[in-house]
């Protein structure tokens, strides 16, 4: 079976990273176009450095949960083949033991020069004086509003083989993410949203599962599995 899975913000939540788009989310009290755009690191680097030097201590602070524990068990199974895709900017999956990870919206954990587009591993704490070889400003590696999103190629060519596809802790708001599924079953894939309430693509899901992604996670991992 080739399963394709997304994951969001949810998954994270229970291993202390706070989610973007729900009440009392990151975003409810910052301002996108300052904090999430090209626009805004050129009006004021250090403020955008300051909120992502924040978030990476957050990342380096937590633990992958027993979801990302069992999706990890899920990848190394040989009767499957998973192609695992997030849009999380941390590096939780793959300290539960996936490899491969496809991060459509970049991470925290690298460096990106904004003059050349070299990458290298981000230091604890960034700044205005975080250069490249070539003397550019150094960014955090993430997808903001407004970018392209990365692998996109991969992700396409992964749905069009996908048996099944499974969202879990999306918000269903985000594009192109959020028109996987519909993508998916237009290839003929079964379809499957894990979360811990419907998302705004729950309609478009074949099945559905609600809860805590610590609990719905490794009860589906161990169903595939059985």
Not at 47 to 72: D, E, G
């Amino acid at each position: 079976m080739r399963i394709v899975i997304l994951t969001g913000a949810g998954i994270s939540a229970e291993s202390g990273m706070g989610t973007f788009r729900d009440k009392g989310g990151l975003w409810e009290n910052a301002d996108l176009m300052k904090l999430a755009t090209p626009e805004g690191f050129a009006e004021d680097p250090a403020a955008v450095h300051a909120f992502y030097n924040m978030r990476r201590a957050k990342v380096r602070s937590c633990q992958p949960n027993a979801a990302h524990v069992a999706l990890a068990a899920l990848q190394m199974d040989p009767r499957v083949e998973v192609t695992l895709v997030t849009q999380n900017v941390d590096d939780l999956h793959e300290r539960a033991g996936s490899r491969d990870v496809i991060h459509m919206h970049g991470t925290h954990l690298v460096a990106l020069c904004a003059a050349c587009g070299d990458r290298w591993p981000a230091p604890e704490v960034m700044s205005v004086e975080t250069r490249c070889v070539c003397g550019g400003m150094a960014r955090p590696d993430v997808v903001w509003f407004g970018e392209v999103p990365y692998h996109m190629d991969r992700i396409g060519a992964a749905l069009q083989r996908a048996d099944l596809f499974v969202a879990i802790g999306t918000s269903g708001v985000v594009y192109p993410a959020a028109g996987f599924v519909r993508a998916a079953q237009e290839f003929g894939a079964d379809t499957l949203e894990l979360n811990l309430e419907p998302s705004e693509r729950a309609t478009d899901f074949a099945r559905s599962c609600f809860g805590p992604a610590t609990e719905v996670v490794p009860g589906w991992v161990n169903e595939v599995l059985t």
